[in-house]
């Protein structure tokens, strides 16, 4: 087994089932999809003629965005699934999403293993809050940055729904905050930044993640208090592993850090390819 792989894997309320044929099929909560998968360019280990047995809705790409066909007639566009004691709406978006990237486990694990009500977490690129949601459920103070004001409503509601408070929400542009942050030498003990692959800032300004990861890593960086840590997560096929290391070792030569791909295993065995992970210990 390559020493690059790390497998993250499902729970209760999250199971990759199968994947294969340019798509993969997930079980959330109590009702079963099929998505679009890029990375799965292999054959899947169940007929297709099974999937649509198994599943409740597919979404089918139409360009860069495309819609969800029910295969079931009554299943619900909107449901909530657990993760320990929290709990995420989950929503047919017209991205194909629906509203939690379950890889991000392994840092939902970390975070919680690492944080404490003593200590401060930051979360760039935050999407829906699973990991601000853990954060505060350890207690720390926790700021929750996105560009895109649908999504932190999102995230609002999760935090109501699993009985937390006090989540400090951020409408703005990641680097653009991280930036304003490094003037007033605010320091975290963990920042996490999952950033896409390209992105629209709160104005509007569209920007690539191989033009701006230079930046995001050393103003990201600047804000790690001693002995903290950041997390990086990318899926973009214009940054790859190699990519990653070299830059890894021009930002973080004096910090010790762990490089990993990400994987989850379906139940039918198959492994699937969920981008890279970088953790830097400072
Ligand atoms: C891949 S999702 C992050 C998923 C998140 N880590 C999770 O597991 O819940 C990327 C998020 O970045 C946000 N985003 C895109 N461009 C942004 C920018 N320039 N500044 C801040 N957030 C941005 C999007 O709105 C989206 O919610």
Do not use: C
Not at 133 to 155: C, F, N, P, Y
Request: glycine fraction near 6%.
């Amino acid at each position: 087994m390559s020493q690059k792989k790390l497998f993250t894997e499902g729970w209760a309320d999250y199971e990759l089932i199968d994947a294969g044929g340019g798509k993969k099929l997930e079980r959330w909560g109590k009702v079963i999809t099929i998505r679009p998968e890029v990375q799965a360019y292999f054959k899947s280990e169940i007929a297709f003629e099974k999937w649509y047995k198994m599943a409740d809705w597919e979404f089918v790409q139409k360009g860069s965005a495309g819609m969800w066909k029910p295969l079931k007639p009554t299943t619900p566009k909107e449901w909530t699934i657990g993760y320990n004691h929290l709990k995420f709406k989950l929503s047919l978006t017209k991205f194909k999403h629906v509203g939690l990237f379950p890889e991000q486990r392994t840092n939902w694990d970390f975070i919680e293993q690492h944080l404490s009500s003593a200590d401060r977490f930051l979360n760039l690129f935050a999407y829906t809050g699973a990991a601000s949601l853990v954060a505060r459920h350890s207690g720390a103070e926790t700021l929750h940055v996105d560009s895109v004001k649908q999504m932190i409503t999102w995230a609002k509601e999760n935090m109501d729904t699993s009985r937390l408070l006090n989540i400090k929400w951020v409408v703005d542009d990641a680097l653009k905050f991280a930036k304003r942050e490094e003037k007033r030498e605010n320091k975290y003990k963990i920042v996490l930044m999952d950033p896409p692959a390209w992105g629209i800032g709160a104005k509007g300004e569209k920007w690539k993640l191989e033009e701006k990861i230079d930046e995001l890593l050393s103003t990201a960086a600047s804000l790690v208090q001693e002995g903290g840590f950041l997390i990086v997560n990318t899926y973009s096929p214009q940054l790859t592993y190699d990519d990653l290391k070299e830059l890894a070792n021009i930002y973080f030569s004096d910090q010790t850090y762990d490089l990993k791909e990400l994987w989850m295993k379906s139940t039918s065995g198959r492994e699937l390819y969920f981008g890279n992970l970088l953790r830097i210990k400072f």
